[in-house]
């Protein structure tokens, strides 16, 4: 199969019978071999039932539905589970993202080698206030901070070969840096390309504000677990060590001090060092052990599913 084209989707009904006709008529002139995967995060506007209808009559349809809204990291993952096709494309469903920039984005992937292909919304239709200007902002801290130099990290529609998406894990809300999850993966024939944005034709988006600073404090989770995430005593263990040492030395100042060159001076707890050798062992000790327990933690982690799928259609 050449083509996957996951959708993730909370409430898109009116949309979802435009979309799939119009990427139908895309996939039917380029002659590609594809399938259609809808993940339904807990819809409450009938979507489910317009993805059974056309799945009924369409079998290069397929849907998966949450027992509840997860997110659109959770909807990707379970999609990305089960895309077969050589190249994977995500895109959201409110009509904003092109289809015909699809064949394009598969050719690049295909002849031109790249591992993924991520969308630059370059020209948009946005708020400039509410989205254009924190989105600008964001991405340069996006690429200052991960060393992926990509324009536009929120874009959905992106292009990827199949072996990308089965050896990344998409949670919590990483789907916004889900390039830099495949380069931290070791996959780093990464590009991008211009693609077309359009005005929403139907509701109102899913995303506010918010979204920006939950963004910034993802992407210092990102930076952190690509840096420390597999060995987390070499962050916590270094300092704690560190920490610890200082204030073993200045007990052991103190100490000599005290015994041997001036027994007859104030108390050791009346000076300030005392306080701060005894400071520094405390907070370097749980370091030490924030470390060590976090290596504990890592080597007997097992991986469990954070969705629940209440049903699916056309899928093993």
Known sequence: MNLSIVI???????????????????M???????????IDDGSTDGSWDIILALSKKYPEVKGIRFLRNFGKSQALHAGFEKASGEV?????ADLQDNPEEI?????????????????????????KLTKNFPSKLFNFAARKTSGVQLNDFNCGLKAYKNEVIKNIEV?????????????NAGYSNITEKIVQHQARKYGT?????????NGFLDLITIWFLSRFGKQPMHLFGAWGALILFIGFLLTLYLGIDKMFLNPGGRLI?????????????????????????????????????????SDQVNLD
């Open 171 to 183: 949670t919590g809300e990483m789907h916004r840096y889900i390039p830099v999850l495949a380069k």
């Open 8 to 26: 993730p989707l909370l409430n898109e009904a009116e949309s979802l019978n435009e979309l799939h006709h119009w990427i139908a008529a895309v």
């Open 205 to 213: 988006t899913k995303f506010g504000v918010n979204r920006f600073m």
């Open 28 to 38: 039917q002139s380029s002659g590609f071999s594809y399938e259609i995967i809808f």
């Open 103 to 127: 064949p394009e984005l598969y050719n690049l992937i295909k002849e031109g080698n790249h591992d993924l292909v991520s969308g630059w919304k370059k020209k948009r239709y946005d708020s």
């Open 269 to 309: 707890t009346d000076r300030p060092q005392f306080y701060i050798a005894l400071t520094a062992m405390v907070i370097g000790s749980q370091l030490f052990l924030a470390g060590f327990l976090g290596e504990i933690i890592l080597r007997n982690n097992k991986h469990k599913e954070n969705y629940k799928i």
């Open 88 to 92: 994977v494309i995500t895109m959201d």
